[in-house]
């Protein structure tokens, strides 16, 4: 191959590469900053959601932990399930009695705490969070306790 | 050299224009894609920003799974523009002028990691930018978390789209402007190599046609220059060996000359005493007389020879005048053959009424010789006809003898040629057929050796009648 050929294929890449890079072009997925937040109102729960736990709000006044922690273990209403929302919690955690010990919340359930599934609790340490505040939450029964925990941070 | 036959030209204008494009296209390329880069990236944030903010202004969410009026409330605000949006929530959504499904679906997916992200692609042709977002909630900690209800929103980019294409333009134009800049400069460029190269090329054709006074121009100092220096230098080497050639070759025919005619005188005082002794030969006794007549006849054939001698200088020097009159070629001819004795001996074939204007003497010279040639070394019958045809006269001479060999034939007209070399010196010293070439030639025809395809010999000579009075 001779030195005016090569020339030539050089050039024609060389177009060949413009004519492909013009315009608007399809990109990837770009990902950029954290999402936005907004603010919410009413009263939270965590229920599950392809199990990982899932906020919910119910339209209703600030009402007491034991209230909450009674609709937490009532379950998903119909609007909920149909958003294929769960709960792991049994019925009968309530009423709860709230102790500190040091920095951590302490409260006593009405049920045993060791039979609880993993996501149960997360449930409830995530549902007392969302009212009570940032100080980790240790679930006690008796003699049995599990704890002190956070609720995960979520994505 | 490539396998091309690119001319200088040619190669300078391609190498102009592939650095030109070269350049044209790196630099236009490279820009071009900075601006489009830019141009996008401004358009894509200033409308992730725009989502993004109102997005987070928000009426606070009160209900979650929110309701389907929720999610319309959400979908009317982030709408506002002219912008299609969709805000979904697990299977549910409500629509402003976008389906759900309408979305690449890497973006969906995307959207769930709890980042803001977008794409490009293209809806129904038209370049779009699809922006999607999760509305998170705040914790009491100040950190956030999924609320599950997603917001997208799609942004046309065909303004970007547009100035993009100005943008291809703009470069596609510069890069032609900038090839027929190029192409003017390597033109430019090549005017000024190749006129020197075609002026030296001239020059080295002239001297190659034999005008060795041809110099070339030399201009500047750069290589081409050099060459025409050489050149220049060979051509007078050459002016001077040929002129010094020449002159060696006119001394020698000047002393040919000079010494023929120093001979003259003296062989025509030997001529008269040996006609005396021809005469007296017959009363000398055994070998006196013997050699008496060999005396004679050497002194004749000796005369012969520096009578042609004297005639071929003549040509050579260029002075062998010709003194044409009208003439009947066949009386001539025959007045010829007459002259020498040949008329029994030949046979002819010599049609009346042809005339020409011809020097007399030397048409006599041309026959005699031809005659004289074919009677010694061709055989009988020796016939010599004579043809008239467009502006021509043909006078052909052929004898019955065995031909002339190939190798004869290239050499016949030669000086001092001799066909066959135990031949007798009395034979004459073979400059005849080459006085005889001289005289038609002289006269402007043409004389050429040939073989009958029977057997025998044929000299053809070839005259313009040239123009009768």
Same mark, same amino acid.
């Given at each position: 191959?001779?030195?005016?050929?090569?020339?030539?294929?050089?050039?024609?890449?060389?177009?060949?590469?413009?004519?492909?890079?013009?315009?608007?072009?399809?990109?990837?997925?770009?990902?950029?900053?954290?999402?936005?937040?907004?603010?919410?109102?009413?009263?939270?729960?965590?229920?599950?959601?392809?199990?990982?736990?899932?906020?919910?709000? #119910?339209?209703?006044?600030?009402?007491?932990?034991?209230?909450?922690?009674?609709?937490?273990?009532?379950?998903?209403?119909?609007?909920?399930?149909?958003?294929?929302?769960?709960?792991?919690?049994?019925?009968?955690?309530?009423?709860?009695?709230?102790?500190?010990?040091?920095?951590?919340?302490?409260?006593?359930?009405?049920?045993?705490?060791?039979?609880?599934?993993?996501?149960?609790?997360?449930?409830?340490? *995530?549902?007392?969070?969302?009212?009570? =505040?940032?100080?980790?939450?240790?679930?006690?029964?008796?003699?049995?306790? #599990? =704890?002190?925990?956070? *609720?995960?941070?979520?994505? | 050299?490539?396998?091309?036959?690119?001319?200088?030209?040619? /190669?300078?204008?391609?190498?102009?224009?592939?650095?030109?494009?070269?350049?044209?296209?790196?630099?236009?390329?490279?820009?071009?894609?900075?601006?489009?880069?830019?141009?996008? %990236?401004?358009?894509?944030?200033?409308?992730?920003?725009?989502?993004?903010?109102?997005?987070?202004?928000?009426?606070?969410?009160?209900?979650?799974?929110?309701?389907?009026?929720?999610?319309?409330?959400?979908?009317?605000?982030?709408?506002?523009?002219?912008?299609?949006? &969709?805000?979904?929530?697990?299977?549910?959504?409500?629509?402003?002028?976008?389906?759900?499904?309408?979305?690449?679906?890497?973006?969906?997916?995307?959207?769930?990691?709890?980042?803001?992200?977008?794409?490009?692609?293209?809806?129904? $042709? !038209?370049? !779009?930018?699809?922006?999607?977002?999760?509305?998170?909630? !705040? @914790?009491?900690?100040?950190?956030?978390?999924?609320?599950?209800?997603?917001?997208? @929103?799609? +942004?046309?980019?065909?303004?970007?789209? +547009?100035?993009?294409?100005?943008?291809?333009?703009?470069?596609?134009?510069?890069?032609?402007?900038?090839?027929?800049?190029?192409?003017?400069?390597?033109?430019?460029?090549?005017?000024?190599?190749?006129?020197?190269?075609?002026?030296?090329? @001239?020059?080295?054709?002239?001297?190659?046609?034999?005008?060795?006074?041809?110099?070339?121009?030399? %201009?500047?100092?750069?290589?081409?220059?050099?060459?025409?220096?050489?050149?220049? %230098?060979?051509?007078?080497?050459?002016?001077?060996?040929? $002129?010094?050639?020449?002159?060696?070759?006119?001394?020698?025919?000047?002393?040919?000359?000079?010494?023929?005619?120093?001979?003259?005188?003296?062989?025509?005082?030997?001529?008269?005493?040996?006609? &005396?002794?021809?005469?007296?030969?017959?009363?000398?006794?055994?070998?006196?007389?013997?050699?008496?007549?060999?005396?004679?006849?050497?002194?004749?054939?000796?005369?012969?020879?520096?009578?042609?001698?004297?005639?071929?200088?003549?040509?050579?020097?260029?002075?062998?005048?010709?003194?044409?009159?009208?003439?009947?070629?066949?009386?001539?001819?025959?007045?010829?053959?007459?002259? @020498?004795?040949?008329?029994?001996?030949?046979?002819?074939?010599?049609?009346?009424?042809?005339?020409?204007?011809?020097?007399?003497?030397?048409?006599?010279?041309?026959?005699?010789?031809?005659?004289?040639?074919?009677? /010694?070394?061709?055989?009988?019958?020796?016939?010599?006809?004579?043809?008239?045809?467009?502006?021509?006269?043909?006078?052909?001479?052929?004898?019955?003898?065995?031909?002339?060999?190939?190798?004869?034939?290239?050499?016949?007209?030669?000086?001092?040629?001799?066909?066959?070399?135990?031949?007798?010196?009395?034979?004459?010293?073979?400059?005849?057929?080459?006085?005889?070439?001289?005289?038609?030639?002289? +006269?402007?025809?043409?004389?050429?050796?040939?073989?009958?395809?029977? +057997?025998?010999?044929?000299?053809?000579?070839?005259?313009?009648?040239?123009?009768?009075?």
């Amino acid at each position: 191959m001779n030195r005016p050929i090569r020339l030539l294929l050089a050039a024609g890449a060389l177009l060949a590469l413009l004519l492909a890079g013009c315009g608007v072009r399809p990109s990837d997925v770009i990902t950029g900053g954290a999402a936005p937040a907004g603010a919410v109102e009413g009263v939270r729960l965590y229920l599950v959601s392809e199990g990982e736990p899932m906020v919910v709000l #119910r339209g209703l006044k600030p009402m007491k932990l034991d209230d909450i922690l009674n609709l937490l273990a009532a379950g998903p209403d119909p609007t909920e399930q149909q958003a294929g929302l769960t709960s792991e919690v049994p019925a009968g955690i309530a009423p709860v009695k709230v102790g500190s010990r040091g920095d951590s919340l302490v409260v006593a359930l009405s049920t045993e705490v060791r039979p609880l599934s993993v996501l149960a609790v997360i449930q409830i340490v *995530c549902t007392v969070q969302a009212i009570a =505040g940032n100080a980790p939450v240790t679930l006690v029964s008796g003699e049995q306790s #599990r =704890g002190p925990l956070q *609720c995960p941070a979520l994505p | 050299m490539t396998g091309w036959a690119l001319g200088l030209r040619g /190669r300078l204008l391609l190498a102009f224009a592939m650095l030109g494009l070269t350049t044209t296209a790196l630099v236009a390329g490279v820009s071009y894609g900075q601006a489009r880069t830019v141009i996008l %990236q401004k358009a894509q944030d200033a409308a992730v920003l725009s989502l993004v903010d109102e997005v987070s202004r928000l009426d606070p969410v009160r209900q979650l799974p929110p309701s389907p009026e929720q999610l319309n409330a959400i979908a009317a605000v982030v709408s506002t523009g002219p912008d299609a949006a &969709v805000v979904a929530y697990g299977d549910g959504y409500a629509p402003s002028g976008l389906h759900p499904s309408e979305l690449p679906q890497p973006l969906r997916a995307a959207v769930r990691e709890g980042k803001v992200v977008w794409q490009r692609f293209s809806r129904d $042709g !038209t370049p !779009t930018l699809a922006i999607g977002t999760q509305l998170m909630a !705040t @914790r009491g900690d100040g950190s956030t978390e999924p609320t599950g209800i997603e917001v997208y @929103r799609l +942004h046309p980019l065909d303004d970007e789209q +547009h100035s993009i294409e100005a943008l291809a333009a703009l470069a596609w134009s510069t890069g032609a402007a900038s090839l027929v800049l190029a192409v003017l400069l390597a033109l430019l460029a090549a005017r000024g190599v190749l006129r020197p190269v075609r002026e030296l090329g @001239r020059a080295a054709r002239r001297l190659g046609e034999g005008d060795l006074r041809t110099r070339a121009a030399v %201009q500047g100092g750069d290589e081409l220059a050099g060459v025409a220096l050489i050149f220049n %230098q060979t051509a007078e080497r050459l002016e001077r060996q040929v $002129g010094e050639l020449r002159r060696m070759e006119a001394d020698a025919r000047r002393f040919v000359a000079d010494v023929s005619h120093e001979l003259r005188t003296p062989l025509a005082a030997m001529t008269a005493v040996t006609d &005396v002794l021809d005469e007296e030969s017959e009363q000398l006794p055994g070998d006196a007389g013997k050699a008496a007549r060999l005396v004679s006849q050497e002194t004749k054939n000796l005369a012969q020879l520096v009578e042609d001698l004297i005639e071929i200088s003549r040509f050579d020097a260029g002075t062998a005048a010709l003194s044409r009159d009208d003439i009947d070629v066949a009386a001539a001819i025959r007045a010829t053959l007459r002259s @020498r004795g040949w008329t029994e001996e030949v046979t002819t074939s010599l049609p009346d009424g042809v005339v020409a204007r011809l020097d007399p003497r030397r048409l006599d010279v041309i026959v005699a010789n031809l005659v004289g040639n074919a009677l /010694r070394h061709g055989a009988a019958p020796v016939t010599v006809s004579l043809r008239a045809a467009a502006g021509q006269v043909e006078v052909a001479v052929s004898d019955s003898g065995p031909g002339l060999a190939p190798d004869v034939l290239a050499h016949v007209f030669d000086r001092f040629y001799k066909a066959d070399s135990a031949r007798s010196r009395s034979d004459g010293a073979g400059l005849g057929l080459a006085i005889a070439l001289e005289n038609a030639r002289l +006269h402007g025809g043409t004389l050429v050796a040939g073989n009958r395809s029977a +057997h025998g010999a044929v000299f053809t000579l070839r005259v313009p009648t040239g123009d009768p009075a």
